[in-house]
């Protein structure tokens, strides 16, 4: 799975010196409020342990992320939503009167790294360990955080490992504000429901087990309610052999084509090929091939394509508070490439939510009974809850993208209805 994401953010790294998508700086460390401004690393006496039964002092989050490698990409945008997100709860007085205070570690992706940056968190008084948003990168500061009794969470993890299925009973304190693949899916499935399309032809990435699941899960859901799968392609990314499978997809007549992948080369590749050779059937796909970064220049090619994904970052977004914390971000130089920035501001509020729960505690087992039984809970991303089964977030609004003649725009929002199986 780490090779596979090497892989993705090879091709995201031209756009993010573009952009300026890393928001956080290159150091090991630093300590924040919720804003971005910087200041020397502060050590509170004794452990993080098992948080604050009470109510002073900040809220301390120990961020374990990377800031310099690979997943900077994914970290990044998500920590920087947060921190606004934080410092406008700040600015409201906080919660039960306690400010968020984030101290963020650079983890360089090395294992020992992760998870020696995230005892020392603990160490330093962490009250909430928040980690990188890719559950094998991230284990080694999860383990940590959950070895120490915290509420462990990640902004963007879009599988269901982030919770007992992988971490067993010390799982029950871990969480994450990605959409889980069952939920993407089954909304996959609603949005060509809603479009008429009937039949489909289906090509899953083989290489992370977030494109397996979630094209899993649509044909799962689609299935159930009579769509017919016309064709099941696979492919390894950069294994040579998606202009094999785009041929087969042009072999083969369905309503639309359902591809599952990054925004890798064999993405623009396969796109390219079912294009050039004249099929224009709909293209769509999940959030992990959102953005207009990847397309093809030609918009003849870059035409009919369609997405789900968190928000619209085209400058057309339905909320008008996303819109302006896309605004806020792009001053910051931390302009978002894909919709995903925003759940690093729902885990604020998310984290809010529990510690109101609890009356300003901070205590890690208090705090997941709370999220673990959010149903609907309002956030900046729409609504999300969780189950004891899934411990990755469910439930919310997907902004469904259409790019037309190169050009991605928001076009209405859909809902899953319920989490397929898997």
């Not at 397309?295 to 009919?304: A, G, T, V």
């Not at 605004?327 to 130089?333: F, I, M, P, S, Y």
Request: charged share 25%.
């Amino acid at each position: 799975m780490k090779s596979a994401i090497s892989r993705t953010i090879v091709a995201l790294a031209v756009l993010a010196l573009a952009l300026g998508l890393a928001a956080c700086g290159g150091g090991d460390d630093s300590t924040t409020s919720g804003s971005d401004t910087a200041a020397e690393a502060t050590t509170a006496e004794g452990g993080g342990g098992e948080g604050s039964e009470g109510g002073s002092g900040p809220i301390k989050i120990g961020a374990a992320v990377d800031e310099t490698n690979l997943m900077k990409f994914f970290d990044g945008p998500a920590l920087a939503a947060a921190k606004i997100e934080a410092e406008k709860i700040n600015k409201e007085g906080g919660v039960e009167g306690r400010e968020f205070e984030f101290t963020v570690q650079n983890t360089q992706l090395e294992p020992a790294k992760t998870k020696s940056v995230a005892e020392n968190s603990v160490d330093n008084g962490a009250e909430i360990m928040w980690v990188t948003c890719d559950v094998d990168w991230a284990t080694p500061s999860i383990q940590v955080g959950l070895k120490a009794g915290l509420l462990t969470v990640a902004p963007c993890i879009g599988t269901d490992q982030m919770g007992p299925k992988r971490f067993g009973g010390e799982g029950e304190l871990a969480f994450s504000y990605g959409n889980v693949a069952q939920d993407e899916g089954a909304a996959l499935a609603a949005m060509f429901a809603k479009r008429g399309w009937k039949s489909v032809n289906v090509v899953t990435d083989q290489s992370i087990a977030f494109t397996q699941n979630v094209c899993e899960a649509f044909k799962n859901r689609f299935e159930e309610e009579g769509g017919k799968v016309v064709a099941d392609e696979e492919f390894t990314e950069g294994d040579n052999t998606i202009g094999s499978v785009a041929n087969g997809v042009n072999r083969s007549k369905a309503d639309a084509i359902l591809i599952c992948a990054t925004t890798q080369n064999d993405l623009p590749t396969f796109v390219s090929g079912v294009r050039s050779a004249g099929n224009q059937t709909p293209i769509a796909g999940p959030w992990s091939i959102d953005g207009a970064f990847w397309l093809p220049k030609d918009p003849k090619i870059s035409n009919n394509i369609w997405v789900t994904t968190y928000a619209s970052i085209y400058g057309d977004d339905p909320d008008p508070e996303i819109q302006e914390m896309i605004e806020q971000l792009t001053k910051e130089g931390a302009e978002p490439a894909t919709g995903g920035f925003v759940t690093g501001a729902a885990t604020i509020d998310g984290i809010k939510a529990a510690i109101e729960e609890n009356g300003g505690s901070t205590e890690g087992k208090a705090l997941a009974e709370s999220m673990v039984n959010f149903k609907d809970l309002k956030t900046i991303s729409g609504e999300v809850s969780f189950s004891p089964e899934l411990h990755t977030a469910f439930g919310r609004a997907y902004r469904v993208i259409e790019i037309k003649d190169g050009k991605p725009h928001f076009v209405e929002l859909i809902k899953a209805g319920s989490p397929a199986e898997l």
